[in-house]
């Protein structure tokens, strides 16, 4: 059974950096065929692919917000990690951490999402 | 890359079929079999649909239907249902340069 799970901090000020953990099950992450995505959705707004890792290490960031962003992950502990710099109030969103494969950009499971507030 | 446009509200009454649109560019859907369609319920994580434009994983109805012409792709629900009411999705390969995925502003389907 395929599983994501989300976990980091409820609320952040501004200007801190946001780190995000996202805890896989059911595939590892050495899987040659499927990657880690991460992709948020601000309240009542649209999906918006935020990067991605796969298990060679291949990354990839989001044009806008790439001086921004680092992912990272440890095999070992089945975990990816997302970091995201000098938050801002614009930034409040739901986080998604969803698994991805290599051929087709295609998202079949997806985690529970961890809801993030930016405020002072 | 720009988001993928698709249309913010579509409808339909039960049993009644509706089609949602996706417009991108070659560069996106255009350029490439990698179209997706996610449903989202309110609160929950968007749920697979459709993906390589027009397969269905198990489990999804076989009302649900993708297709593409040009830099347009396009979901139908055939039969609608009570609970196909949410909103979708979609998303597309764009390269391997930067930014390689990027997903539609969205659709609430309302099932009348």
């Known amino acids: 059974q395929v599983t994501l799970k989300e976990s980091g901090p409820v609320l952040v000020k501004p200007t801190e950096t946001l780190t995000l953990t996202c805890t896989v099950s059911?595939?590892?992450?050495?899987?040659?065929?499927?990657?880690v995505s991460w992709i948020r959705q601000p309240p009542g707004k649209a999906l918006e692919w935020l990067a991605h890792?796969?298990?060679?290490?291949?990354?990839s960031y989001s044009t806008s917000l790439k001086s921004r962003l680092t992912i990272s992950k440890d095999t070992s502990k089945s975990q990816v990690v997302l970091t995201m710099t000098n938050m801002d109030p614009v930034d409040t969103a739901t986080y998604y951490c969803?698994?991805?494969?290599?051929?087709?950009?295609?998202?079949?499971?997806w985690g529970q999402g961890t809801l993030v507030t930016v405020s002072s | 890359q720009s988001a993928l446009t698709q249309p913010p509200s579509a409808s339909g009454s039960p049993g009644q079929s509706v089609t949602i649109s996706c417009t991108g560019t070659?560069?996106?859907?255009?350029?490439?079999?990698?179209v997706s369609w996610y449903q989202q319920h309110p609160g929950k994580a968007p749920k697979l649909m459709i993906y390589?434009?027009?397969k269905r994983p198990s489990g999804v109805p076989d009302r649900f239907s993708g297709s593409k012409s040009g830099n347009t792709a396009s979901l139908t629900v055939s039969g609608l249902q009570a609970e196909d009411e949410a909103d979708y999705y979609c998303?597309?390969?764009?390269?391997?340069?930067?930014?390689?995925?990027?997903f539609g502003g969205g659709t609430k389907l309302t099932v009348l």
């Open positions: 969803a698994r991805i494969y290599l051929v087709g950009a295609t998202y079949d499971y």
């Open positions: 059911g595939f590892s992450l050495s899987n040659a065929r499927m990657g």
């Open positions: 890792i796969f298990s060679n290490d291949e990354k």
């Open positions: 070659s560069s996106d859907v255009g350029g490439y079999n990698y």
């Open positions: 390589e434009v027009s």
């Open positions: 998303s597309s390969y764009a390269g391997s340069n930067e930014s390689p995925v990027v």
